[in-house]
């Protein structure tokens, strides 16, 4: 598919224009300069032609903000990707000094780029436009990103300038989505699995903000890795920013297939990666759980043991589910915690038939039948799973409303043991035969 890139100053409108033509509320778009941080990937189409989109972070030259030369490495890495570059700046600002580097870098990009001069919303500011012929273009488009005037002419050329593609047969990918608090490595950790800086990287917590995908094909795996902003107590987010960076962070995991926790193996498995780690299992999806930081652990023959040992008994009654120590620093292990995230994945979509669930369980459910209660006894005398997303099984039984919890623990950890689902979390439903 081809890629067209959105690039400029920062606080221009990019974001906004981004999330216009995906027509989702994907970016985090405020009138705070320099919000996004990280390119950020979706899809469009015009005129027949499907592209992917880049929403870049806003290019400045020569600024001391650690962030500021980090966006910048990911603008000109955008540039390098793009078919087709978006160049947008604001007619309330004229031209500016930034503006014109970023005309420069895109003249040697030699790549073909389209002017869009945003904001403009007037007859009055239609003729402010002029003075950006000085960026030494042929054409430019004025167009507003908030109401979309504009903008059809500029997608029309846009579209024109896109390569020819094939068809496009590509599939509904599963999703992993790599959470966790702050600065617990989650962006670096996926910029060390793809073998690129797709990711701002910085040692100030809170680096990313948006919910980020990522596709990732190699080594006979393909799916979409999302990278998350970092997940803090709700009584220690004090801007609206982080706010709805959370916000992403949360929709990331109930649209994901599977959730890498990731923490700091310094700090711990803490209350807060305890939350997050019960919000991903509340919402039935895959759990892999990833100790990063493990290399800087002082450690013995005992440690790596001890500390399964204590992150299970936190995870209590849900302690199927698997653990690697790894480092996204020296790659230790990276690559085992891809392989996990997908077997994980294949027992959360793995369907058990209905013939072998009952050769199974019955023989169990009759030599450990559930307690009887007012002198009644309870018989199940069928089982089979449901057909939903995420592993669920319906026991009938004549008196299911006599089977408490205890039990229903029991058939879960029996459904276990018997047919592996390392990982996933299971749901028993007790029904009327």
């Known amino acids: 598919m081809s890629i067209v890139a959105i690039v400029g100053r920062p606080n221009v409108g990019k974001s906004t224009f981004f999330n216009r033509l995906i027509q989702r509320r994907e970016a985090i778009v405020d009138a705070v300069s320099g919000v996004t941080r990280d390119r950020h990937y979706g899809k469009s189409d015009w005129n027949g032609k499907s592209f992917s989109l880049i929403d870049t972070g806003g290019y400045v030259v020569g600024s001391d903000d650690i962030f500021e030369a980090e966006i910048d490495k990911q603008v000109e890495l955008a540039i390098d990707e793009a078919d087709v570059i978006i160049f947008m700046v604001d007619v309330s600002h004229g031209v500016t000094g930034m503006d014109q580097e970023v005309a420069q870098l895109l003249r040697r ?55 020819e593609q094939g068809e496009n047969q590509e599939s509904e990918l599963p999703r992993f989505a790599v959470v966790g608090r702050p600065n617990a490595g989650k962006s670096s950790f996926i910029n060390a699995l793809i073998g690129q800086d797709r990711f701002v990287v910085t040692d100030i917590a809170g680096t990313t903000r948006d919910s980020i995908d990522t596709q990732y094909n190699r080594f006979g795996f393909e799916f979409n890795l999302v990278d998350t ?18 916000m992403r962070s949360v929709r990331a995991i109930e649209h994901c297939d599977v959730v890498l926790v990731v923490f700091d193996a310094t700090r711990g498995f803490d209350g807060q990666v305890q939350n997050i780690f019960w919000l991903a299992q509340r919402n039935n999806k895959g759990i892999v759980i990833l100790a990063n930081k493990w290399d800087l652990v002082e450690k013995d023959n005992k440690t790596t043991k001890e500390m399964e040992q ?30 996990t995230a997908v077997n994980v994945y294949e027992n959360r979509s793995k369907k058990v038939k209905t013939s072998q669930l009952n050769d199974v369980m019955l023989p169990i459910i009759q030599a450990t039948p559930p ?29 299911p409303q006599y089977v408490k919890e205890p039990y229903k623990r029991f058939l879960e950890n029996q459904l ?3 047919f592996d689902f390392n990982g996933v979390p299971i749901t028993v439903y007790l029904r009327k035969k």
């Open 416 to 418: 276990r043991e018997n």
């Open 310 to 339: 204590y992150i299970k008994k936190q995870c209590e009654p849900f302690v199927d589910v698997p653990i690697v120590f790894m480092s996204a620093l020296s790659k230790q292990r990276i690559f085992k915690a891809i392989e």
């Open 109 to 163: 990009s030699k790549k073909p780029y389209f002017l869009a001069v945003n904001k403009v919303d007037s007859a009055n500011r239609e003729q402010d436009a002029v003075e950006f012929y000085s960026l030494g273009v042929d054409q430019y488009f004025t167009i507003s990103s908030i109401n979309g005037s504009g903008t059809g002419d500029l997608l029309d050329a846009v579209a024109a300038a896109l390569p």
């Open 371 to 399: 307690p009887a209660v007012k002198g009644k006894y309870v018989k199940i005398k069928f089982c089979t799973q449901l057909p939903t997303p995420y592993p669920s099984f319906a026991f009938f039984a004549n008196l």
């Open 229 to 246: 902003a970092g997940i803090r107590k709700k009584s220690k987010v004090k801007e609206d920013l982080e706010f709805y960076s959370v």
